[in-house]
């Protein structure tokens, strides 16, 4: 599921209007069927306060060396292993299921997720945790053209194939931001499934396109 908004401030907007949601859909499903979820599939339906933990990439590094957890070295992400001991370390100090990771380099982001003002190495980014698994990959998005086409330059990609995206912004765009929601994963999380074919009726992957 995709979700973009128009006229925000910062990716702070976008992060502010997806956990709202999310604690909205958490809090319907846990009355309507957390019993059921509870009986059938031994997890219980919690619904997160708000607001949810910030923490920074270079915060969340640190957090992991400190708990000598999986090392991410030189690396500019986190790897699935350092995504579960840092929601695991989170939960403990804050007692969330939640949490944003935010200020992603933009060696490791698309050309078009906006920089920050000040440190133009960090992209106004963020990937939203829970129960360890990557939910969501979002950021505000560069809408000042010259900057956009600057950018894709800069990551070396050829922008004559994408010249129709670059003239949405050519006279004009609004700023704004948006994220990527996994709703399969987060139904493998919410049902304590495994996998995500458990919960998908005809899953379809990058090996799989029939049946």
């Not at 090392?71 to 949490?99: M, N």
């Not at 129709?164 to 609004?174: A, I, K, N, S, T």
């Not at 399969?184 to 074919?197: A, G, K, P, S």
């Amino acid at each position: 599921m995709d979700v973009e908004i128009s006229w925000i401030d910062s990716h702070e907007d976008v992060m502010a209007f997806e956990e709202v949601w999310l604690a909205h859909v958490l809090a319907v499903v846990a009355r309507e069927h957390g019993a059921q979820i509870e009986s059938t599939f031994g997890g219980r339906v919690t619904v997160p306060s708000l607001p949810f933990p910030r923490v920074t990439l270079s915060e969340a590094k640190a957090l992991l060396r400190e708990h000598d957890q999986p090392a991410t070295g030189e690396q500019l992400d986190l790897d699935p292993a350092s995504e579960r001991a840092l929601s695991a370390i989170v939960e403990q100090r804050h007692g969330h299921e939640f949490a944003f990771v935010i200020d992603y380099p933009a060696a490791v982001r698309p050309f078009y997720h906006m920089r920050h003002a000040d440190d133009p190495g960090l992209t106004k980014s963020f990937d939203l945790l829970w129960r360890g698994i990557e939910l969501t990959t979002g950021a505000q998005r560069e809408h000042r053209h010259a900057q956009l086409v600057a950018q894709a330059q800069e990551k070396g990609l050829d922008t004559g194939p994408i010249q129709y995206y670059l003239d949405f912004f050519r006279y004009g765009c609004p700023p704004h931001g948006g994220f990527g929601f996994g709703l399969t994963r987060l139904l493998m999380q919410l049902l304590v499934q495994d996998n995500v074919r458990e919960v998908t009726f005809l899953y379809r992957g990058p090996h799989r396109l029939s049946p």
